[in-house]
Structures are given as C-alpha cells and as structure tokens.
C-alpha cells in the first residue's frame, strides 16, 4: 500500500511560485469549462420552445455533454500520463471552445445535442487532469485544502455558467451564450498555450511506457484490480446518478414549479456553486474538525435533506436555500472523494483520477437521460425526494468505508 505521505513525483524542483502561476490558469479553464458544463440547466425551458419539445426531451443536452465527457475521460488520462498534462489541458480546451461556438450556430436539436456532444468530449481533458497534475506537485497533507481552492474556479464556473443561462438567454437568446462561452475557452487554451511554452511549468516526467488502446485497456485493467479504486469509482458513479440528475433538474424546476423567470432561476441555479464557495471559506477548519469520514457523512445528509426540502417547498422562498444547502452538502462529499482519486494510485496518476471523473459523468449522464423521462410522466417531485434517500444512503456507506480504511492504514 503507498503511504499518504510520500512525496509527489513531481514535486521536486517545482517552485511555490510556477505552482500557483499554473493553479491560476487551471483554475480559469476549470472556470470556463464548469460554466460550459452547466450553461443549458437554465436554458432548457428556452430549448424546449425553440425545438418544440419537452423539458425532459431537451435535457439530451445535458446528457450529450455528460456522457462524452465521462467516456472519454479513459482517454485522456493516459494521453496526459504519457505526453503531459498540461499540454493535453490545452489542446482539450481549444477543442471545446471550437465546438461551443458551433452549438451557437446549430439549425437543429440534432446538431445541437452533436455539438453538446463533441463540447463535452472535449472539454474532459480540463478538470480531471488538472487535479491529477495538482496531485503530482502538492503533498497530500496539504492537498485538500489546495483541491478546495482550485475548486473554486470551477465553482464560480457554474454559477457563471447557470445564471448566464438564464440571464443572456432571457435578454439575447440562447445561441449568444454558446458563443460568449466558446469565446471564452479560446482564451483560455491561448493562455495555457503560453505555460506550455513557457517551458516553466512544474510537471511530473512524461511516462515511458508504451502508449496505445492495447496499453490503456490493459492500464485501466491494472487499476480496477484495486478494491479502493473499484470503491471510489462506484460511490462517484451514485453520487452523480442520484445528486446531479436531480440538481440539473432544478432550474427548469424553479421555472415552471415556482414560476420564476429565466433569469431569476439561472441565479437561484447560482446558489448551489455560492454553497460551494462556502465550503470552501470554511473548508480548512471542516477538515481539521470533522475529518474525512465526518465531511462525507455530513455533506452527503445536508444534501439529502436539502433535495427532500426542494421537492416538498411551497414557494420559492423555501427552494432557494435548499439549492444553495445542496450546493453545500455535494461539495463537502464531493471533495472528499477528489482527495482520495488523487491518491488512490500514485503511479497512474492522471489514468486514475479520468477513472473517477468517468464513472462520475457516466453516472450523471444515464441519471439524466432516465431522470428526463420519468419527470416528463411524473414530474419532479417523486424524482427529488427517491434521489434524497439514496444520496443519504450512499453518504453513510462512504464514511464507514473511509473510518474501516483509516482504521488499516
């Protein structure tokens, strides 16, 4: 078993300042592509009208965007493995700029849902990698509280990306948004761009190994011969299957349920990334309080009772804090999880954190796809409160499994 307080590979050499230089731009294209990411949950009520179709037919987008990125995560974390993280970061994020400005220009819900699709497969090369390349620099006693801080890019990223939504989508139309965000990545793939060539960047050696679909297959074998990588991938697969497939349903929710404006629900979507930012602020003394068995146990319960007390809301002034209570309650869990997908195979480092992120968006996409249909024959209701029992289900497990792992370490 590797020891937790080993010295990252790529550490040595790396200078305090070079780390947080790059942590900044990672940061911003975690900003961009979290935005990217989230864009179309406060724009569905619009898709649906444009494309006269349902609420729950329109949430394809979501599922395009969920299911590319989390399929080819297995493809990316061995290319950044073999030929560099940051590089691969780069291109990933000048594709998916590409591609969102050409949903912008879609004439059909099919080329949309393509573009969505060729957005997401793109853009999977951003965010897992980039905690990988943060797990081969910063030592694990300090990581997750360094994850928490990168995660803020992507956090200010969603609630940019959900309020935008709503927001440029009430006063210019949904196709503005895709093309302010792709215009977005663009910059952002310039900039890391420029790190690359800077040749300053704090990296972890490029693997040796032979690269190719026989070595990945048989890599992604090798690590899912581990029970605690089985472990980790399975938990986030549920987290994203039963929390995000409810809380991408939100904004359409607070729309027709409630009946707030585009607008006013892209920002009220905004809470659940402002209950993010709060675990951030506080993530420090969280830590060194509850531990990582307390914050799964804790955060998974807070966002189980917040679902519960969405679906059950009378009005509006009741949903709003239970977005930003779930926002809150899925990033203490989340995080926890992170940390343990840096760790949980030092070897193959970026091959094991795209493992993770996979089994996460593969969860939210299906969650998604079968969400939509049933909340177009049911509604929302049933979907948020089956959703609450299982993430307080799925919370509890993953503590105990944190303390008996603790407890042989």
Request: aromatic share 8%.
């Given at each position: 078993?590797?020891?937790?307080?080993?010295?990252?590979?790529?550490?040595?050499?790396?200078?305090?300042?070079?780390?947080?230089?790059?942590?900044?731009?990672?940061?911003?294209?975690?900003?961009?592509?979290?935005?990217?990411?989230?864009?179309?949950?406060?724009?569905?009520?619009?898709?649906?009208?444009?494309?006269?179709?349902?609420?729950?037919?329109?949430?394809?987008?979501?599922?395009?965007?969920?299911?590319?990125?989390?399929?080819?995560?297995?493809?990316?974390?061995?290319?950044?493995?073999?030929?560099?993280?940051?590089?691969?970061?780069?291109?990933?994020?000048?594709?998916?700029?590409?591609?969102?400005?050409?949903a912008g220009f879609a004439g059909s819900f099919e080329m949309l849902v393509a573009m969505r699709f060729a957005s997401g497969a793109t853009a999977a090369a951003i965010i897992p990698l980039a905690l990988a390349w943060i797990g081969d620099v910063v030592p694990y006693?300090?990581?997750?509280?360094?994850?928490?801080?990168?995660?803020?890019?992507?956090?200010?990223?969603?609630?940019?990306?959900?309020?935008?939504?709503?927001?440029?989508?009430?006063?210019?139309?949904?196709?503005?948004?895709?093309?302010?965000?792709?215009?977005?990545?663009?910059?952002?793939?310039?900039?890391?761009?420029?790190?690359?060539?800077?040749?300053?960047?704090?990296?972890?050696?490029?693997?040796?190994?032979?690269?190719?679909?026989?070595?990945?297959?048989?890599?992604?074998?090798?690590?899912?011969?581990?029970?605690?990588?089985?472990?980790?991938?399975?938990?986030?697969?549920?987290?994203?299957?039963?929390?995000?497939?409810?809380?991408?349903?939100?904004?359409?929710?607070?729309?027709?349920?409630?009946?707030?404006?585009?607008?006013?629900?892209?920002?009220?979507?905004?809470?659940?990334?402002?209950?993010?930012?709060?675990?951030?602020?506080?993530?420090?003394?969280?830590?060194?309080?509850?531990?990582?068995?307390?914050?799964?146990?804790?955060?998974?319960?807070?966002?189980?009772?917040?679902?519960?007390?969405?679906?059950?809301?009378?009005?509006?002034?009741?949903?709003?804090?239970?977005?930003?209570?779930?926002?809150?309650?899925?990033?203490?869990?989340?995080?926890?999880?992170?940390?343990?997908?840096?760790?949980?195979?030092?070897?193959?480092?970026?091959?094991?954190?795209?493992?993770?992120?996979?089994?996460?968006?593969?969860?939210?996409?299906?969650?998604?796809?079968?969400?939509?249909?049933?909340?177009?024959?049911?509604?929302?209701?049933?979907?948020?409160?089956?959703?609450?029992?299982?993430?307080?289900?799925?919370?509890?497990?993953?503590?105990?499994?944190?303390?008996?792992?603790?407890?042989?370490?």
């Amino acid at each position: 078993m590797t020891t937790r307080q080993e010295a990252p590979p790529g550490a040595a050499g790396a200078g305090e300042a070079d780390v947080l230089r790059t942590m900044f731009v990672l940061a911003t294209a975690a900003f961009a592509s979290s935005a990217s990411m989230r864009v179309t949950d406060a724009l569905l009520p619009q898709l649906a009208d444009q494309f006269a179709t349902t609420t729950g037919t329109a949430a394809i987008v979501i599922t395009a965007f969920s299911l590319a990125y989390g399929l080819l995560q297995i493809i990316y974390g061995p290319i950044g493995d073999r030929f560099g993280k940051i590089a691969t970061i780069a291109g990933g994020t000048a594709l998916a700029g590409i591609a969102t400005m050409l949903a912008g220009f879609a004439g059909s819900f099919e080329m949309l849902v393509a573009m969505r699709f060729a957005s997401g497969a793109t853009a999977a090369a951003i965010i897992p990698l980039a905690l990988a390349w943060i797990g081969d620099v910063v030592p694990y006693e300090r990581r997750q509280q360094t994850l928490a801080r990168f995660m803020f890019g992507g956090i200010t990223g969603l609630i940019f990306g959900q309020a935008a939504g709503g927001i440029v989508g009430d006063l210019v139309g949904w196709r503005a948004v895709f093309w302010m965000l792709g215009g977005l990545l663009l910059l952002t793939a310039a900039a890391l761009a420029f790190e690359v060539l800077s040749g300053r960047i704090p990296r972890r050696r490029s693997s040796s190994t032979p690269f190719g679909l026989h070595h990945m297959a048989t890599g992604l074998a090798v690590l899912l011969a581990r029970p605690w990588v089985r472990t980790i991938a399975a938990i986030v697969f549920w987290e994203g299957f039963l929390l995000n497939s409810a809380l991408a349903f939100m904004g359409a929710d607070l729309h027709h349920r409630f009946g707030l404006s585009l607008t006013a629900s892209g920002l009220g979507l905004g809470l659940i990334g402002l209950g993010g930012a709060a675990y951030i602020v506080a993530a420090r003394p969280l830590v060194r309080r509850l531990g990582e068995p307390g914050l799964a146990r804790v955060g998974g319960l807070l966002a189980a009772i917040a679902l519960a007390a969405f679906a059950l809301a009378p009005n509006w002034l009741v949903a709003l804090p239970a977005v930003f209570a779930a926002g809150l309650g899925f990033y203490m869990h989340h995080n926890t999880l992170q940390t343990n997908a840096t760790q949980m195979a030092p070897d193959a480092r970026g091959s094991a954190v795209a493992l993770f992120a996979s089994s996460y968006f593969l969860g939210q996409a299906i969650g998604v796809a079968l969400v939509g249909a049933v909340v177009d024959r049911i509604g929302t209701v049933p979907v948020m409160l089956a959703a609450a029992a299982g993430v307080a289900v799925l919370a509890l497990d993953y503590a105990r499994r944190l303390v008996r792992r603790a407890a042989t370490d």
